[in-house]
């Protein structure tokens, strides 16, 4: 049986992870929601440091907005943040600071979508319900050996009625983890995929048709929009000029470096940081920086400019690197420029 075969070999492959080691609900949700888009290894030291920090749903609830994104600094895809903080809030308010176990009131939480729904009933719960993320579409696809396009509803749905079918009624929060672990360590992207190393290798179809390598079917990528920035790393009396970003759109409420649009020449930067109100000492160019978004990519240019005043026309914060590394979310699009500060070397 695939699930036995499954189950047997994550008993004893399974990685040593913190939320496994004791899977609460509060855990299970937080690592889940952490997790996507980003890499077991990224979200390791974030999560324990979420836990000391905020140990259980009152404690995010009630905790300042700043502190949480702090924490999530870095992280990328602030949003989950948010909502993450928004959920506390509703699990305190209307269910008694307990997360529930339903998988429709699950849904009903912010950030919560039935990915996460399916992972922390059945996970923390013991519920017997899917949880399909990109890892279990490709795996199920290439166990299946579907020709089906796995974005589609119609390739979901095919994949869903298979595990309805596949999952075990004891274990099911084991069984798909153990699904998402062969997908993040054996039944790997592209053609890195282990199907030597595969404990399900007998039952699968993309195995033994020799289509595995070129699973899942999906529509092919749109290209990323490129827009180019002008970073400036504005120093006055060991305080750097911050400013915070909108209130909606990408990256929205969090800190970042003055920022214009387009790629600026040097002697157009200092002209408009002198019609900012700015007396420009020095002004260095810093080497280029790329952050990839999504669906957006952002060429950035970059420049350290000495200024002799901080009282310009434009709202700004002034902070030390060291109160900037304490207090300020800077998203990781200007890392390689903070880099700079915190190592001191301007
Ligand atoms: Fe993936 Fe290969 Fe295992 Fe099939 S046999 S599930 S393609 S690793």
Known sequence: MLSSNLLTWYDSHARILPWREEPTPYRVWISEIMLQQTRVETVIPYFEQFMKTLPDVQSLAEAPEPVVLKLWE???YYSRARNLQKAAQKIAADFGGHIPSEYDALLSL?????YTAGAVASIAFGKRLPAIDGNVLRV???ILGSQTNITSPTGKEEIRRAL???????RPGDFNQALMELGAVVCLPGKALKCADCPVRPHCMGFSFDIAHA??????KKERRIEEKTVLLIRCQGRYALRRRPKSGLLS???????????WEAEACAEECRRLGLEVQTLTAL???KHIFSHIEWHMR???ILAENTDCTENWVWATPEEIHAHYSIPSAFKKYRQLLEEDIL
């Open 287 to 289: 080497p280029p920086a």
């Open 110 to 114: 912010p950030g919560i979508g039935a």
């Open 215 to 220: 699973l899942p079917v999906k529509p092919s």
């Open 140 to 142: 199920m696809s290439r």
């Open 164 to 170: 309805e079918k596949l999952q075990p009624h004891d």
């Open 302 to 304: 970059g420049y350290f």
């Open 74 to 76: 870095g992280l990328g």
């Open 253 to 263: 409420g969090l800190w970042e470096f003055p920022l214009l649009e387009s790629h």
